[in-house]
């Protein structure tokens, strides 16, 4: 049994894009609908991405103590009653506060809330299909923010047991003693710093001479440097090219890389990109073009192939930060009803990364600055030589700044 339903905007997914592009729409008086297909809202802003990782690496440090030795001189280690139920623990905790207060927010902007898998019917209309509700709604706008989900290449046999995928390693039953992560992105590293911290021996595999391109190159340096000193082992140029998984679980797993080294590990993480959330949308009755890894394709405006129907957040690609979404999710509601508050994004946005050590940046780097030839000069503050940094026992850590004319 279907019923039809008019809205002025019908936003698919309830993660940072699609809850604030919903509760603006509302607040400018239209009528929305928005879809959520799990259970919790947040998308994986907050269950499985930004809020859960973040949230490890705050738990990494507690147990780890690893910036109390320099106030205290001492330090402090893993100790053996440390449970993987401990260092869970306030993820979870996290999550379901945050996925209240999500709930929380579009029902107070009035904002009709679905749940259930969406697809597209045709241009105006969204079949809605779940436990509890088989219906159809009808909308003048769709708004497209379904998210992105953990690329999988086809020759890794991903279990959940040992060998992960970003959303499965935040479930683990155990903290490893051994990790082989591939991929040296934003996931890639983030997890390699919180393992390790917690006493785990990390392999991060790169493909590639530098970790996180698109940081400033000293920057990247240092990192690099931190992270090896902290026990991270990261092979450059080189690939997995064999991966013998044991039978039994409780055996190692053994890697062998495209440069010829081999190792053991008794856990891997594939953190090497991930793709849009459209594979149940049929966006192709809708006439929404798709590009890819199966990220929607839209404009400057985030208007896709389908005039009404838009598209924001991680399902479009790049820059994928929640801060971002967020806004993007806003310009579009601006754009579709023509409301003029937010017209665009800023073209120079900060990103961080939550690494141990954090690391954040915004604007050009030098490489830049040099390539654009650019007259500019630098400065430079380290943490460990200003008083503040002394009070809180610093000893690592840079402000870098780059002056042009």
Do not use: W
């Not at 320099?70 to 893993?78: E, R």
């Not at 934003?186 to 997890?191: L, R």
């Not at 937010?342 to 946005?349: H, I, R, S, T």
Request: contains cysteine.
């Amino acid at each position: 049994m279907s019923s039809k339903y008019t809205y002025d905007l019908i936003v698919i997914g309830t993660g940072p894009a699609g809850e604030k592009a919903a509760a603006k729409a509302a607040y400018f008086g239209k009528k929305v609908a928005i879809i959520e297909k799990e259970k919790c809202f947040g998308g994986a802003g907050i269950n499985t991405g930004t809020v859960p990782s973040k949230t490890l690496k705050e738990s990494a440090l507690y147990y780890s103590g690893k910036y109390d030795k320099g106030i205290y001189g001492q330090d402090k280690a893993i100790d053996g009653q440390t449970t993987i139920q401990d260092f869970l623990y306030r993820k979870n905790h996290v999550i379901e506060a945050l996925d209240e207060e999500v709930r929380q927010n579009l029902e107070r902007h009035q904002v009709d809330i679905f749940h259930g898998a969406a697809s597209f019917e045709d241009a105006n209309t969204i079949r809605i299909t779940g436990e509890e509700n088989n219906s159809s709604i009808t909308g003048d706008f769709i708004l497209i923010a379904t998210g992105s989900y953990p690329f999988q290449p086809s020759n890794i046999h991903f279990d959940g047991i040992i060998i992960h995928d970003s959303d499965t390693i935040l479930n683990i039953m155990r903290i490893p003693e051994s990790l082989c992560i591939v991929g040296a992105g934003v996931i890639g590293c983030e997890y390699a710093t919180i393992f390790a911290a917690m006493g785990c021996k990390v392999y991060l595999v790169n493909s590639s001479d530098r970790i996180l391109p698109f940081l400033d190159n000293e920057i990247s340096q240092a990192l690099v440097t931190q992270m090896q000193e902290d026990g991270v082992e990261i092979l450059f140029n080189t690939q997995t090219e064999e991966m013998l998984v044991p039978e039994n679980i409780e055996d190692d797993i053994h890697i062998r890389l495209s440069d010829g080294t081999e190792f053991d590990v008794d856990m891997f993480l594939f953190a090497a990109g991930r793709s849009g959330t459209t594979k149940a949308l049929d966006c192709d009755k809708a006439g929404v073009e798709l590009g890819k890894r199966e990220a929607v394709e839209v404009d400057e405006n985030y208007q896709t192939s389908q005039e009404n129907i838009y598209a924001v957040g991680d399902v479009i690609g790049f820059p994928a930060l929640a801060s971002t979404s967020m806004d993007q999710g806003r310009v579009a509601v601006s754009k579709i009803f023509e409301i003029h508050d937010l017209d665009a994004l800023p073209k120079v946005f900060p990103y961080g990364i939550y690494t141990i050590p954090e690391v954040s940046m915004v604007g050009i780097t030098e490489e830049q600055a040099q390539e654009s030839g650019m007259d500019y000069v630098v400065g430079r503050a380290h943490h460990s030589k200003v008083p503040r940094g002394r009070i809180m026992g610093a000893e690592t850590g840079i402000l870098k700044i780059i002056v042009t004319n």
